[in-house]
């Protein structure tokens, strides 16, 4: 008994290999695929598998799939218990039925009740362990009876702890529920279900078993995988019960880091061998994102300012103390402080909240950054265009329709600058969106926003590339002029809205690109010295100045409009470069009042009603200054898009006023202000005021 003991605890082969049928009748009835018009798997006629083949001595034998005597009792007087067990339950006595319910848990294994007795068999806890699997296998023979009245049952089955336990057993249970969906088709998504809510352990704590050697994550997630490519080979209707369970699975967004982190692992695993699922999987991942990223941004904005220190303060911390990679096993407890120390501190609740959302949207977004940067190895291949496109459908049914998005857009950011190819890309597929399209007009206002801040931002678009997108943005531009003028009595945000967000879109460029829109400049210019650019005649490529002349001095006045630390920004450079001097129009727009050109104004009473606003306060008929690739501020993924992005760079000089201190002042968000609710471009573009 002790050899054979000896023989059957060996290590298996890896689960990474397929996996050979265990039972004798197996090779038959797992073989056995069902068509697409049985998807839906309610059909039970299909059939069940056979009695193990039984020989007098028992051993079972992964390899010969042959069972032998093993453990306390034998396999005959196992089956004729679970049969006892079965019958009974169904004329209403559950005694037996219950304790068959306990054992197939795995509960009894964990622990040793036995009498305090010297002659008790030693070997009898390792024999228990045996036996388990040997009612998975004799329990296989009564598949077909285990339907809605033995839901109990299954249920103990499928919460027992199998990843914990050694790998023949691991084998064996996945070949058992195999079997059970082969003979119970509605199992399909119950049994499926088990496995996905797996995804999000990730510590040996989850699957431990005590008696058995610790398995470790990566051990526990092979056979976890193992099971699911396993069932999805048997049973095609499986991928589409398994793209419904993974986005109804999906951690909440206020579950913890480690969670979010071990889910997202699992399903990049799984479309690893389950290509029909990819795109399904990358939009889920994508959409939840968006979602943390926004939940972010919102909190943050509700925080005053020393709230948003502290909130800093929390991350750079967790940072030097090298715990922003949690320990595994104080997560929970983390939480549960918050819950009862906390609780009655309502702001450092708030505070370790935000601090554990940046840092899962920080950990995710890094994770994706790594598992696209192989397919951009070759940024002129057909493999990176390829995964390219795939961004650009999330980016533009996910993301773009997400105005709060602050940091998942960096993705395509970062890619798209990866060559010309992938630039034109997303150029056009901005283009197409904001004036092609019959997409809602708030969705092609942003479209022109991205478009901009891509082309102001990118550190790696080049500069015909620049005034290529300044001269299409124009052109589309001067049509929507000529298009509202003749109706157009003055400035108003509501009726012209389009026409102001491009407007805005292009001094946004101008502010950041103004280098790549000239032709030529005098000898006594030096290219890298910005301030030797002041007060000389300035060559600008051709209809740059026109463009914007045209639709500055227009009647829509867009300077009344735009955000006005754009307009400020962008008067100070027009005026020091010769480009254009719009001060008086400035002050011009000062006596102007807003609300009396707002749309329905006087025939809906509006003007009366707009007397109850400040009337010093037009910003509520303004542009905000939406522009979404301002400096990124996740600590760790932004290794990824720190040399991709323009830094606001202030010009010596640019204002004579200004005092020689104020240039001190940095545009970005430091490193101590990476959680700042404010975008970068509001304090950047004020800077030099």
Not at 425 to 451: K, V
Not at 502 to 507: F, R, T, V
Not at 630 to 647: M, N, T
Request: aromatic residues 8%.
């Amino acid at each position: 008994m002790t050899s054979s003991t000896a023989q059957l605890t060996r290590p298996g082969v890896k689960t990474t290999a397929p996996l050979k049928p265990i039972l004798k009748s197996s090779s038959t009835l797992l073989g056995t695929r069902r068509s697409s018009d049985d998807a839906g798997l309610d059909d039970d006629s299909m059939d069940s598998p056979q009695s193990p083949r039984k020989r007098q001595r028992v051993e079972f034998d992964l390899n010969n799939t042959e069972i032998h005597e093993i453990g306390a009792r034998s396999v005959e007087e196992i089956k004729q218990e679970i049969r006892k067990a079965l019958d009974r339950h169904d004329q209403g006595d559950d005694e037996d039925y219950d304790v068959l319910k306990e054992m197939l848990s795995g509960k009894q294994l964990s622990y040793d009740e036995e009498e305090d007795d010297d002659d008790v068999d030693p070997t009898l806890p390792a024999k228990r362990r045996q036996e388990l699997k040997v009612y998975l296998i004799s329990l296989a023979s009564f598949s077909p009876r285990l339907g809605r009245s033995c839901d109990g049952l299954v249920k103990s089955i499928l919460k027992c702890q199998w990843l914990g336990r050694d790998e023949q057993f691991a084998k064996i249970y996945i070949q058992f529920i195999a079997v059970l969906v082969s003979a119970q088709g509605p199992r399909l998504t119950q049994i499926l279900s088990s496995l996905v809510e797996r995804f999000v352990d990730s510590r040996p704590l989850d699957w431990f078993v005590p008696n058995y050697p610790s398995v470790n994550r990566e051990v526990a997630q092979e056979r976890l995988h193992a099971a699911l490519q396993y069932l999805l080979q048997l049973f095609p209707a499986a991928k589409s019960v398994l793209e419904h369970l993974i986005t109804a699975k999906y951690p909440f967004h206020d579950e913890s880091k480690r969670m979010h982190l071990a889910y997202v692992d699992n399903l990049l695993k799984l479309r690893q061998y389950c290509p029909e699922l990819g795109t399904e999987i990358m939009d889920l991942i994508i959409s939840r994102l968006v979602k943390i990223d926004v939940e972010m941004q919102m909190d943050l904005e509700d925080m005053d300012d020393r709230l948003t220190a502290m909130v800093a303060m929390a991350l750079q911390s967790s940072r030097a103390n090298g715990k922003q990679e949690e320990d595994e096993d104080s997560d929970e407890s983390d939480s549960e402080s918050v819950n009862s120390e906390e609780s009655e501190e309502d702001e450092y609740t708030r505070v370790k909240t935000t601090k554990e959302t940046v840092e899962k949207l920080d950990s995710i977004l890094d994770t994706l950054f790594e598992l696209y940067t192989p397919s951009f190895a070759d940024p002129q291949s057909d493999e990176a265009l390829e995964a390219f496109e795939d961004l650009l459908s999330e980016f533009s049914n996910l993301i773009l329709p997400t105005i709060k998005s602050r940091h998942t857009q960096f993705l395509i950011f970062h890619f798209g600058q990866q060559s010309e190819r992938l630039m034109d890309a997303f150029c056009g597929t901005c283009i197409n969106i904001a004036f092609e399209s019959q997409r809602p007009l708030i969705l092609q206002q942003t479209a022109s926003a991205y478009l901009a801040s891509f082309v102001a931002r990118g550190a790696h678009v080049p500069g015909h590339i620049v005034v290529k997108i300044f001269e299409v943005l124009g052109f589309h531009l001067d049509q929507m002029r000529t298009q509202y003028e003749t109706t157009c009595r003055g400035p108003d945000v509501r009726r012209y809205a389009p026409f102001y967000a491009l407007m805005q879109a292009l001094i946004y460029i101008f502010c950041f690109r103004w280098q790549d829109l000239i032709r030529s400049v005098p000898d006594d210019v030096d290219k890298d010295d910005p301030s030797t650019y002041l007060d000389q005649e300035i060559e600008w490529e051709p209809e740059i100045k026109d463009i914007m002349r045209r639709n500055i001095y227009s009647k829509l006045n867009p300077l009344k409009v735009c955000s006005p630390d754009i307009v400020a920004q962008f008067a100070k450079l027009a005026h020091r470069f010769r480009f254009m001097y719009v001060y008086p129009l400035i002050e011009s727009n000062k006596r102007l009042r807003l609300s009396q050109f707002s749309s329905g104004a006087y025939s809906s009473g509006g003007a009366l009603r707009d007397l109850s606003f400040d009337m010093n306060d037009e910003s509520w008929q303004q542009l905000g200054s939406f522009f979404p690739f301002d400096p990124y501020q996740l600590p760790v993924s932004k290794r990824w898009v720190e040399q991709d992005y323009l830094l606001w760079q202030p010009i010596p000089g640019l204002d004579p006023d200004e005092r020689d201190d104020d240039s001190d002042d940095e545009g970005p968000v430091g490193e101590d202000e990476e959680v700042d609710e404010d975008t970068a471009t509001d304090d950047e573009v004020a800077e030099d005021e």
